[in-house]
């Protein structure tokens, strides 16, 4: 009787219209709120998964359920876990988003084209003595030319319409062709815009639209021990290869050598044993939010683990003068100088233990200082002491150079000279330094 009268109420029901509307909506709206539910769960899984996780290390560390000794190794493995987890994907992360940004530089030449040949003229070497001997030496000779690849680096977007950053010494070259290849294996002509008289870097163009390009980061913030990304043309030949590895050190001054014999001294670089080689010359240094903190300049021959970039903060400038003027406009001083120690002072008998002194470089023809440069213009000459600018001391904390660098051309400075034993004052006008 009474499932009788259930079926009755159930029949009743669904044959009255309202009812079913009714029922339709509050099905219809229980799926509404589970779908917003489901969704507010999904955007904070993380923090969701973070919480049962240490929920469940508070459990694991409590005595009544395991030893604390192997709780805490559990404790460690999970966190260690959760580290590796989160840092790789950070790392294919940015590494996806920043590979079409990257570019590979390719340097080709016409070079000479040689082939084989038998002069049918050739004279028998042994004379008289072996009459019958026979004997052919190939003969070489030019046949035309061809292109060959000579060369290469790496470089990176810094604007949608084709502008790159590279290395100064991959670009170095004259009659020669530049080509970049796109990470989409497109190849295009490159025509080499400016080259930085002061850093081992420059700017080159390529014709086109809508590339993708990296952001800039803050080198001045860069701490050691961070996790940073270097994407380059390993060896030349493998595009696009990603090392990833550590910030060593900060603000080293190295002495940089290319292929060809030139060198020059490069200062507040950034140290990191991300695998680098001299196919990466001109690729990006990345944070793991993908901004550029550094450009790839230079590897430590004979060690493992060693490599240096340029930091960005003191590429900007450049960047911006392309921009705004189409070359790279810097102040200089026009003086080639050592930096003085006390070590220096001892050995060179010297009366001060600072500043720097005013010399001629390694090569005869380096001059110490360049004619018609600020300095010269200001009375500045050889073995001059610079030992402060803007009453700052020249000392191992405050480098001439990257004073300088800072500054804008038509800048006036002021330099405490130590001359022939009199200490002296000038005031110099900042130039724009002369175009390579």
């Known amino acids: 009787m009474r499932i ?37 769960v999904w955007h904070y899984r993380a923090n969701i998964f ?23 190794s559990i404790s460690e493995k999970i966190i260690e876990k959760q580290s590796i987890l989160s840092q790789e994907s950070f790392v294919i992360d940015t590494v996806k988003n920043s590979n079409p940004a990257v570019v590979s530089i390719i340097i080709t030449k016409d070079m000479p084209k040689y082939e084989t040949y038998i002069d049918p003229n050739q004279q028998n070497p042994f004379g008289d003595l ?33 502008l790159i950053v590279t290395n100064k010494h991959v670009v170095d070259q004259k009659d020669v062709e530049y080509t ?39 080198s001045d913030s860069l ?28 603000a080293r001054s190295i002495t940089a050598g290319d ?11 950034i140290q990191t044993d991300a695998a680098i080689n001299s196919g990466n010359s001109g690729g990006p240094l990345l944070n793991l939010l993908g901004q550029v903190i550094g450009v790839n300049v230079a590897v430590a021959q004979g060690s493992q683990s060693v490599a240096f970039a ?49 010399k001629i470089g390694s090569d005869k023809n380096e001059l110490a200082v360049i004619p018609g440069s600020p300095a010269d213009k200001a009375g500045i000459v050889e073995n001059d002491i610079i030992l402060e600018i803007d009453d700052v001391k020249l000392d191992s904390k405050t480098n001439l150079a990257l004073f300088v660098r800072q500054k804008n051309v038509g800048d006036k400075i002021k330099l405490k000279i130590l001359h022939k034993g009199a200490e002296k004052t000038v005031e110099v006008i900042l130039e724009s330094a002369p175009q390579n």
């Open 310 to 358: 340029l930091p960005i903060n003191s590429v900007k400038s450049a960047i911006e003068s392309v921009k705004a003027t189409g070359k790279i406009i810097r102040p200089y001083l026009g003086v080639r100088y050592i930096a003085i120690n006390a070590e220096m002072k001892e050995k060179n008998n010297l009366t001060v233990d600072y500043g720097v002194l005013v």
């Open 4 to 40: 009788s009268n259930i079926n009755n109420f159930f029949k009743k029901a669904f044959s009255n219209r309202t009812f079913i509307f009714s029922f339709l909506n509050s099905l219809f709206v229980l799926f509404i709120i589970l779908a917003i539910g489901s969704g507010i």
């Open 259 to 269: 292929m060809s014999g030139k060198s020059e001294t490069l200062d507040q670089v």
């Open 180 to 218: 970049v290849f796109t990470n989409d294996g497109k190849k295009h002509p490159a025509k080499v815009i400016a080259r930085d008289p002061v850093l081992d870097i420059a700017l080159i163009k390529i014709d086109g639209s809508n590339f993708s390009y990296l952001d800039l980061g803050d």
């Open 130 to 162: 072996l009459p019958n001997f026979f004997f052919n030496i190939p003969q070489y000779r030019q046949n035309g030319t061809e292109k060959k690849e000579i060369g290469g680096g790496s470089g990176f977007f810094v604007s949608s319409d084709g």
């Open 50 to 72: 973070s919480y049962f996780a240490k929920e469940y290390l508070r459990e694991m560390q409590n005595p009544g359920n395991l030893e604390s000794d192997d709780a805490k």
């Open 223 to 250: 701490q050691v021990g961070q996790s940073v990304i270097a994407i380059g043309n390993a060896l030349g030949e493998f595009r696009n290869t990603v090392s990833v590895g550590v910030i060593s050190g900060l």
